[in-house]
């Protein structure tokens, strides 16, 4: 909310637009679930639990940016300071991933097989329903981003989302980091999460296609298990696309960026100030780009 959180390595940086107009940063350390070990640079491995990462760095931010606008900050600040309101927010937390994954699977996965299944008594063939079901699931999944993206406070989020791409883009492009240059620069970026849904969902509907069992039940149980399954390759995808331009990756690309389209909007000077800010606190863009200008 009114920021942009920016993650370099094991550095990460929240900027945030104060409702006085002060940009402050904040800069951590997180090390992840699973710190310095082999796994993490395991293929499909590593998609899952940098998901899984992404979501508690995701909502901690979150967390952090909608303290500044709560009514009574100062009693906010003085709260935050005891352990007992630490333990609090934790367990929060928590719950909210909790509960958020769990409607995420319901209303992406569940729901559009539930649906597909009242078809079997029109349709005899088991492929054609399976693809009902991914019609459905695509058609749902467009639907909500549709939808939220009419809300007011949601469109301001997708701005911020904006400048974060912009910077990034400004930066991989070999230009200074600054409000001119970031505001010419693209909001649209192939290794974003918006393109990582998109290529969850696709993947979803090529591997359901393939289930075969009498029992509905057994389908529903795969098709929970084949959730971190679907994440760890479309995270493949996305790292891939981040590192080849070759025609094929960028066909599997185009997708999910025109989709960036609704879930980025063009961001204000004042938020591209705020991403600058974020990236500034944890990457040294000037070095960066030092080192580009020097390769052959």
Wanted: glycine content about 6%; charged content about 25%.
């Amino acid at each position: 909310m009114e920021g942009v959180m920016m993650k370099n390595k094991d550095q990460y940086a929240v900027a945030v637009r104060k409702p006085d107009g002060e940009i402050i940063v904040d800069k951590n350390v997180y090390r992840g679930i699973l710190p310095d070990t082999k796994i993490k640079k395991m293929p499909f491995i590593r998609g899952v639990l940098n998901f899984i990462e992404s979501l508690t760095l995701g909502m901690k931010t979150l967390m952090y940016s909608a303290s500044f606008f709560e009514e009574e900050p100062e009693t906010r600040k003085k709260q935050d300071t005891k352990k007992s309101g630490q333990n609090k927010e934790s367990a929060v937390m928590g719950m909210t991933m909790a509960v958020s994954v769990l409607a995420a699977v319901v209303l992406f996965m569940l729901i559009p097989y539930l649906i597909s299944t009242l078809f079997q008594k029109w349709i005899a063939s088991q492929i054609v329903v399976s693809i009902l079901e991914g019609v459905l699931r695509m058609a749902i999944f467009l639907g909500y981003i549709l939808l939220i993206a009419r809300l007011e406070d949601i469109q301001r989020v997708f701005m911020y989302h904006g400048a974060e791409h912009k910077c990034i883009n400004c930066i991989e492009h070999g230009m200074e980091l600054n409000v001119e240059n970031v505001r010419k620069s693209s909001r649209l970026h192939k290794r974003c999460g918006t393109s990582f849904l998109f290529l969850v969902v696709c993947i979803s509907i090529i591997f359901f296609l393939f289930i075969r069992t009498d029992s509905g039940l057994m389908r529903i149980f795969v098709r929970l298990l084949l959730v971190p399954v679907i994440a760890g390759c479309a995270y493949e995808l996305i790292r891939l696309a981040g590192r080849s331009d070759c025609i094929w990756i960028r066909l599997i690309s185009m997708p999910g960026m025109a989709l960036q389209k609704l879930t980025t909007k063009e961001p204000d000077d004042d938020m591209i100030e705020v991403g600058i800010a974020s990236v500034e606190a944890v990457f040294d863009w000037e070095a960066y780009i030092r080192e580009k200008e020097d390769l052959p």
